[in-house]
């Protein structure tokens, strides 16, 4: 599992379609982790997430043919605009199946990029009979959040750019939901040679706990602010995170809400809470990271101001 | 008053010293604007706001037996920080009056970086009073924060680089309070022939007024959400505002609380109220803006979390 040809490609073939985000540093941020930190800010890039990266990859790796049919994916986050943006960028049809108890706040966005939106009941059971129905009546293509090559490969092009731009990091960190990012990620630090770890909160810990095991384990309960990240592994990422990542920190509730606001106050950026956990992994553990060079994944920035936890 | 020399000085002088901000745009603010907007990041500054490059400046033309003496400046704000941390990185002493009811957060602040508050009754004739002891117990040189020379020269260096990196601009707002800024981007403008204009609150209109009656005016009241913009011009910085800025623009307390929530959602940074006014201007007339490249500085980020307007 090398794709380092694969991810060359992935990276030149979306280029046109995705901003080359900016790297910030902030020598209070680095004082206080003790090690001299690098984000990669995937909140500024187009929709607001890295999840752009995946959805236009998977988008132009189909035929001329199953491009004219659309494509569909179901989600209440990041992953339904992201799919409808790249689909709109490629003049693609996009179909979004979502829980009738999304925010409508969400839909909206879904919708001022072009979505399709069709509302389900919020189980995974009628989640997935909507889409087949969709499927089934106009032949869309499925695209999966995380478990999809074609995703994972799109994701693993932020870590790429950022240590294109900063040869000198030795170490990448990103959050772990669904593990597309994650597992991207990982190739492109392999490739590199570079270390990957992950960052997970404990009250959704299945990736941990899927390292441990060897098999993909799933979570009860997933009661985290950083709700980008409740879902599982799959089984085309979880190889992939099984051999090229280090090892996964996990953190508690209130260690992630000061590692946001640290960076919401010392940055002067917004940014998700999924993608604090890994910046309070480096905070929870600084001898592992003392004098390193830490690359940070900001996954993005689409949050309810009107909802923040401080 | 061109100043060309001089500010190319200023510019070379402060550079080891300063972040050289990064400058950044997005689609859906320039589709709602109706032009092409360029926000120079000074929230991305140095302690968090481009006073840190006037302060170091006019630390910078002291002597050395004036540096040894120290510096003194009274503020409750951005400058009160910003001669803090550029007297420390500078190895000069830094001396701030502070009224007594500042928030205890800004006065901790001011400390962390170095500075020797000195709290005052929080009324203007008490502020100097205080100020002048000081300086006649130690002979520290006053630093004013808008109405000195070389602080407008300092300030003037974010436009500068802005307009040195994106060549295509041909209109530079700024907002207005104290007055040094915007004399200061008035100046990086002239000198490449782009347009230079201002944006105020309808509450503190005094530089509009000013501009209107060629006399200093000042405010009887400033109830303005946008702090920094409650001062009024000097007898330095007016006249370079007078000849080279085209006009100033006002704007209502709703223009730039939503200006400002737009800047948040959709840019992902954290901005002050005062840096929104530009941008609620040009959302305001759009017929003045309509398809031109509009670079708008973005004064800093130094906001209290727990005191949103939204």
């Given amino acids: 599992m090398l794709y380092k040809k694969e991810l060359e490609e992935a990276h030149f073939r979306i280029s046109p379609y995705i901003h080359r985000t900016e790297v910030l540093q902030s020598q209070l941020i680095n004082a206080i982790a003790g090690c001299e930190v690098f984000f990669k800010c995937e909140n500024f890039q187009r929709m607001g997430a890295f999840k752009m990266r995946g959805a236009c990859n998977a988008i132009l790796q189909l035929t001329e043919e199953e491009r004219a049919q659309g494509v569909i994916t179901h989600s209440s986050g990041n992953m339904a605009q992201a799919v409808s943006l790249a689909a709109r960028s490629l003049g693609v049809k996009a179909y979004i199946v979502m829980p009738s108890n999304a925010p409508d706040v969400k839909k909206a966005a879904v919708r001022d990029y072009g979505g399709e939106v069709t509302e389900c009941i919020p189980t995974i059971e009628e989640r997935e009979k909507a889409t087949q129905r969709i499927i089934d009546r ?12 074609q995703v994972i490969l799109g994701q693993a092009t932020a870590a790429k750019e950022l240590l294109i731009d900063y040869t000198e990091i030795d170490t990448v960190l990103a959050p772990v939901g669904g593990g597309g990012l994650l597992a991207g990620t990982a190739l ?23 390292l441990m095991s060897g098999k993909i384990e799933k ?11 409740r879902t599982h592994l799959g089984h085309i990422n979880f190889p992939i995170i099984q051999e090229h990542v280090k090892e996964i920190i996990r ?27 890994p910046f309070a992994a480096v ?23 009107s909802k923040l936890p401080f």
Same sequence: chains 1, 2.
């Fill in 219 to 229: 979570n009860d309960t997933a009661e985290t602010i950083a709700d980008g990240l």
């Fill in 251 to 277: 953190v508690e509730e209130n260690e992630i809400i000061h590692a946001m606001r640290l960076i919401w106050e010392r940055m002067k950026i917004i940014i998700e809470p999924s993608c604090a956990v």
């Fill in 283 to 305: 905070l929870k553990e600084p001898t592992k990271f003392k004098d390193r060079k830490v690359g940070i994944i900001i996954t993005g920035g689409n949050v309810d101001l």
């Fill in 188 to 210: 492109a630090c392999m490739h590199r040679a570079v270390d990957c770890m992950g960052g997970e909160p404990m009250e959704a810990d299945d990736a941990y706990r899927s």
């Fill in 138 to 149: 106009t032949g869309a293509s499925f695209i999966h959040p995380s478990n999809d090559l």
